[in-house]
């Protein structure tokens, strides 16, 4: 894929934006944006840049084809024309169009604008329906680099963005194929489809690569041979004349002197994160030898607890101290360790921290935790971070926060684990399984603890990794660490923000991915960003932006933090079940949880069964009870009947999936915590070893599951500590179902387009 633009017409555009910026401008105007199509080969209306009313006379109106002419007033830092008189249309008479000329000119001379002429454009006649006018632009994010935009165009594009359907949004550079898959991703191009309108789609795809082309040869992210760097650039509304021409009618477009070297994207090596989770020797910075409460002492337990005798604690007041009843010494000062530290959590005060860190240059410390807050995320300190850093970069070792928990890590056979989270163990007391296959990864510590508290009966992370302030270690650096480990097959991701760069970094890592990534991005509001100007910036925001580029990167977007939580469980139970298809069958014991199954299949399909499987359910079915997909056992089953239709339906090769639900107040199958303990081989036992036998795709619902009814604690804890997601509600059990089947499939496919939506 040739992403950049040829030399010729990077000189020819480059020139243009070279003139603008001798007249100190950084918007162009809209003319000069028709020369830069004009230089990608693309159509734009007859326009003339006039500077004097002399310049208008018949020889130059003979030059529109068209019987009207649209004026646009051209003035620098002047966007939005039409909304203040800027823009009129009239009739190609000699003197009515002097005229109108004269009183444009007047009008602005009073406010105070430079006006540098007025832009007569072909007045095109074309038709407004829904997919005629297109938004189509780009603008540089700063955390992702260049963000392609196409949308319902016209001036009601942000409008329509906002309360109907979102932009539509792809990171560039894109080959043909993902420019086909934008398109894809809309409803808009059904309805061309539907026209028979096909050659509208390949002239969109031809103006989308052309668009990333540009985009990508002036960015700060990709290219260095341009001075100049554009930060938006929008077509609107692009629309087709009933010639079936694709042309641009209204443009704008920012740009900026290049001020930095281009972003580098290299991805620090995996090796440097190693000392993070099998350090050879940890010290603890901020140990008390009087107040057991303090959190250098809790951490210090902590790792006492996982058998570590590396641990160090470290005081400037020296001493020693009581750790779950043994007596350690406190060092003064890293220098006095005589043993190796790879590893140093520093748990004093914001201002105390830069002279922890000098310290370790010496000791030959390879990682750093820095635990406390109060540095950039309160808006101060942020010089403090940054001489960090350097320090950190200089001596080559890594830092992970600040304002952050650092990391609870199972270990191995071979290596210790670690916990610096500065929690006790009566509070949050986590059962390290050195064979889980799961790694949290959060921004926000509390967060991290509360989602492992929820999902403490179905799955044990491997890791959890709470990173805060991302000075340094960032979400990029640790989901390439952990889809690099063959024993972690599923990653949880919480995401608040990204710094500058940060964004293309991770999208670049997590879309070489093989390992499901669940994410959940915070910070959608944007009320702190600026977006004024232009369409593309104002319906981009970077939290569109941001949800669009995980999606282009394949990893699984959850919209509220239930899915996330849910989602990690589904992936995680049901790692290595063969997905061969969207065709679901439900069994339920109550006709409601059977149709409130129905009513959110997503993209899965109601199953129709073929006849050896309809023979062998009627074969145990009660008489009450129709073989069917959507099939209501009523409350007569019992435990067997259960267990036997689930056996037939995942036999079935008709079958690609089970939805399950247990209304648990039936009296005929055993649910409550008396009947589980006492009958070995209850439901949930039942379904544990069914489900597992056949390793196709199963989700359960309870309408009670641990902890909401002391009754039924069991039935829950059984499924979901068993490997079974088990979850309140039909709805929730489809969603996570139908997001495990989908997100397998789609990894099978080429079906870009549906990656997007």
Not at 108 to 136: H, P, W
Not at 510 to 523: D, E, H, L, R, T
Request: glycine share 6%; charged share 20%; proline share 4%.
């Amino acid at each position: 894929m040739d992403n950049q633009l040829d030399p010729t017409s990077l000189k020819a555009i480059e020139q243009i934006m070279a003139a603008a910026h001798a007249q100190d401008r950084s918007m162009l105007f809209e003319h000069e944006v028709y020369a830069i199509l004009s230089v990608l080969g693309l159509n734009t209306p007859v326009h003339i840049l006039i500077r004097d009313e002399k310049e208008i006379d018949a020889s130059l109106l003979a030059r529109f084809s068209s019987e009207k002419i649209v004026m646009k007033v051209v003035a620098r830092e002047l966007a939005h024309k039409q909304k203040v008189g800027g823009v009129q249309t009239v009739y190609k008479d000699l003197e009515f169009v002097k005229y109108s000329y004269g009183r444009m000119q007047a009008a602005f001379a009073d406010r105070k604008l430079e006006v540098a002429g007025i832009l007569f454009v072909e007045c095109i006649t074309y038709s407004k329906d829904l997919g005629n006018e297109n938004l189509l632009g780009f603008r540089e994010s700063e955390a992702f680099g260049p963000v392609i935009s196409f949308s319902k165009g016209g001036s009601d594009a942000e409008h329509f963005a906002q309360h109907y359907s979102p932009p539509n949004l792809i990171l560039a550079p894109i080959s043909r194929r993902w420019a086909q898959a934008l398109l894809e991703s809309t409803h808009i191009q059904k309805k061309y489809i539907s026209q028979g309108k096909t050659g509208y789609i390949t002239k969109i795809v031809d103006a989308g690569v052309k668009f990333s082309s540009l985009a990508v040869s002036f960015s700060n992210y990709f290219s260095a041979e341009t001075e100049f760097v554009i930060t938006e650039f929008e077509i609107n509304p692009y629309i087709f004349t009933p010639g079936d021409t694709y042309i641009a009618i209204d443009g704008f477009a920012r740009f900026e002197k290049r001020q930095t070297p281009p972003a580098n994207l290299t991805i620090v090596p995996m090796a440097t994160m190693v000392p993070f989770f099998e350090p050879a020797g940890i010290a603890v910075v901020g140990v008390s030898t009087v107040d057991s409460k303090k959190t250098g002492n809790i951490i210090m337990g902590n790792l006492v607890n996982l058998d570590r005798k590396d641990v160090y604690g470290v005081n400037i007041k020296g001493g020693s101290v009581d750790i779950l009843g043994k007596q350690l010494p406190v060092y003064k000062s890293l220098r006095d360790i005589e043993g190796q530290v790879d590893l140093v959590i520093i748990s004093v005060p914001a201002a105390d921290t830069l002279a922890v860190v000098k310290e370790c240059v010496p000791k030959g410390v390879q990682a750093v935790i820095i635990i406390p807050g109060g540095f950039s995320e309160v808006d101060k300190n942020s010089a403090l971070e940054s001489e960090i850093f350097a320090i950190a970069k200089a001596a080559g070792f890594r830092v992970m926060g600040p304002n952050c928990l650092g990391v609870i890590y199972a270990g191995s056979d071979k290596v210790k684990g670690v916990n610096t989270f500065f929690t006790t163990q009566e509070k949050f007391a986590v059962k390290l399984e050195k064979d889980s296959n799961v790694a949290i990864l959060s921004q926000s510590g509390a967060l991290g603890i509360v989602e492992i508290e929820n999902l403490k009966n179905a799955i044990v992370p491997k890791v959890i990794v709470s990173y805060g302030n991302q000075l340094d270690v960032d979400p990029c650096d640790l989901v390439n660490f952990f889809q690099n480990d063959p024993k972690v097959d599923v990653i949880g991701c919480y995401i608040e923000g990204f710094k500058q760069y940060a964004g293309r970094k991770f999208f670049n890592i997590a879309a070489q991915s093989k390992k499901p990534i669940v994410i959940y991005k915070a910070g959608r509001t944007e009320a702190g960003r600026k977006a004024t100007e232009s369409h593309t910036a104002s319906i981009a925001g970077e939290y569109p932006v941001a949800k669009a580029a995980m999606k282009q990167a394949g990893l699984i977007v959850a919209e509220t933090m239930i899915d996330h939580s849910d989602f990690i469980k589904t992936f995680a139970l049901l790692n290595g079940f063969q997905v061969n298809g969207n065709r679901v069958a439900i069994i339920a014991n109550a006709g409601y949880e059977k149709t409130y199954a129905a009513d959110n299949l997503g993209d899965l399909q109601v199953a129709a069964l073929d006849a050896e499987t309809t023979r062998a359910l009627e074969k145990i079915l009660p008489p009450m009870a129709v073989a069917d997909p959507l099939l209501d056992l009523t409350p007569m089953a019992d435990d067997e009947t259960f267990a036997k239709c689930m056996e037939i339906m995942l036999q079935s090769e008709s079958v690609d999936a089970l939805f399950v639900s247990i209304v648990p107040h039936s009296a005929r199958i055993h649910t409550t915590d008396a009947e589980i303990d006492q009958n070995k081989d209850n439901i949930a036992a039942r379904i544990v070893k069914i489900v597992h036998k056949y390793k196709k795709p199963v989700a359960i619902s309870v309408n009670v599951v641990s902890d909401v009814d002391a009754i039924y604690n069991k039935l829950g804890k059984t499924l979901d500590s068993g490997g079974v997601p088990t979850f309140l509600t039909a709805k929730r059990a489809m969603l996570c179902l139908n997001a495990f089947i989908r997100y397998w499939l789609l990894r099978k496919s080429d079906m870009y387009g549906e990656w997007l939506k």
